[in-house]
């Protein structure tokens, strides 16, 4: 083992989860171009769905997103209608994010993305639950800056 080995591409624990991220993300870009998102903005929509009302940096937080890059992700889907954003009264720094009615129909109508995204893997089902696992694990001991 020569003293390169670790700056070897084949040895970079990033790079799978990279690459295996970008290639499972355009197997989403055709179904949410049907309902005119990206996938940051579904993943967004993702916990707002779950929580119907949220703060913003409680929905940075779950995303793992810094404010530079949710805030542009936030104003288009409030410009799309889905949600609305509005600060709080008490303290004007806290902005408070809620879904829309038109929002809220469109989670019944999204309902078919995952389904035809886990047909993507096929037999691969078990080692896609027990990755998500483990990834799952590793972001709880990530620090979230």
């Given at each position: 083992?020569?003293?390169?080995?670790?700056?070897?591409?084949?040895?970079?624990?990033c790079?799978?989860?990279?690459?295996l991220?970008?290639?499972?993300i355009?197997?989403?870009?055709?179904?949410?171009?049907?309902?005119?998102?990206?996938?940051?903005?579904?993943?967004?929509?993702?916990?707002?769905?779950?929580e119907?009302?949220?703060m913003?940096?409680?929905?940075?937080?779950?995303?793992?997103?810094?404010?530079?890059?949710?805030?542009?992700?936030?104003?288009?889907?409030?410009?799309?209608?889905?949600?609305?954003?509005?600060?709080?009264?008490?303290?004007?720094?806290?902005?408070?994010?809620?879904?829309?009615?038109?929002?809220?129909?469109?989670?019944?109508?999204?309902?078919?993305?995952?389904?035809?995204?886990?047909?993507?893997?096929?037999?691969?089902?078990?080692?896609?639950?027990?990755?998500?696992?483990?990834?799952?694990?590793?972001?709880?001991?990530?620090?979230?800056?």
């Open positions: 083992m020569n003293k390169y080995d670790k700056i070897k591409l084949q040895n970079q624990i790079f799978p989860l990279y690459a991220s970008r290639e499972v355009k197997k989403y870009k055709p179904l949410l171009d049907k309902f005119n998102l990206t996938y940051t903005q579904y993943v967004t929509m993702l916990v707002i769905w779950e119907e009302k949220i913003f940096k409680e929905l940075a937080k779950r995303l793992h997103l810094d404010s530079g890059t949710l805030t542009p992700v936030v104003k288009k889907l409030e410009a799309m209608g889905l949600i609305i954003k509005y600060r709080n009264k008490d303290d004007d720094r806290n902005v408070t994010i809620e879904v829309t009615n038109k929002g809220l129909l469109l989670k019944d109508e999204i309902l078919e993305v995952p389904e035809k995204i886990y047909c993507n893997y096929k037999g691969d089902e078990e080692k896609l639950i027990l990755l998500k696992q483990l990834l799952d694990q590793l972001l709880l001991n990530t620090p979230n800056e």
